[in-house]
């Protein structure tokens, strides 16, 4: 099982769409969570951190169940510039202990529609 | 440009051939991480240093990889008698580890192109 899943879709919605991603870890005991944007042979950059109590920014939502182990990404009122591949990113464990690895998701990618 | 630079941005070789990469990470990261991405895929990792200090390489790297980072500051990635396998895109990121757990975000390069031929 990898350590981090996710629908490598693509998900292709019109523009003003709502449109949610999830991501599963396997690591009970990680501590970090980010949500990472990719644009095209480009490199990868920080969307938003996910805390245990949700956080928004704008149009964009992420939540976190550590019960059910997985990470959420809601995007509100979807955007033409918004198409991007969307990576969920978590801190290994190694052993008993947490370690400072960060390990990506395959990714999923969004393509907005006019 | 005080972000994470990486050279060089392109590498063509043939195929048997040693290559070397450079990573220039944010000055005061004390983290530093080496990635492997091909199309379609998200960044796999291949190892991480806090400092000089190499803490965890990926078992799925060859014995032909092999990372530094000496004094803590800028690290190289060698591949030794390089395959086509090996042709991919090599990111390097870097971050503020403020407990062994715990990190802030990493920034990437915008990495080196490896094609073997």
């Known amino acids: 099982r990898k350590e981090v899943e996710q629908d490598p879709g693509p998900f292709n919605v019109p523009e003003g769409a709502t449109v949610a991603f999830n991501c599963t870890y396997s690591n009970s005991a990680s501590q970090s969570f980010f949500w990472y944007r990719q644009d095209c042979r480009k490199e990868p950059k920080l969307l938003m951190s996910v805390y245990s109590s949700g956080n928004e920014d704008g149009r964009f939502t992420a939540q976190l169940n550590r019960a059910s182990q997985y990470i959420s990404l809601l995007i509100r009122d979807s955007k033409l510039s918004d198409s991007a591949t969307y990576l969920c990113v978590v801190n290994a464990r190694l052993g008993v202990s947490n370690t400072g690895k960060l390990i990506f998701g395959q990714g999923t990618t969004l393509q907005v529609k006019p | 440009d005080t972000g994470v630079s990486q050279d060089p941005r392109h590498k063509i070789t043939k195929r048997g051939q040693n290559v070397t990469f450079r990573c220039d990470p944010i000055?005061?990261?004390?983290?530093l991480y080496w990635y492997r991405q091909t199309l379609g895929q998200g960044p796999e990792f291949l190892t991480y240093?806090?400092?000089?200090?190499?803490?965890?390489k990926s078992r799925l790297l060859s014995d032909r990889f092999s990372a530094e980072r000496p004094k803590g500051s800028f690290s190289t990635l060698e591949i030794q008698r390089t395959e086509q396998g090996d042709s991919a895109m090599y990111l390097c990121a870097s971050s503020l580890g403020i407990a062994r757990s715990l990190n802030t975000e990493a920034f990437f390069g915008q990495g080196t192109r490896l094609t073997v031929v």
């Open positions: 000055s005061e990261h004390n983290r």
């Open positions: 240093f806090q400092n000089e200090a190499q803490l965890e």
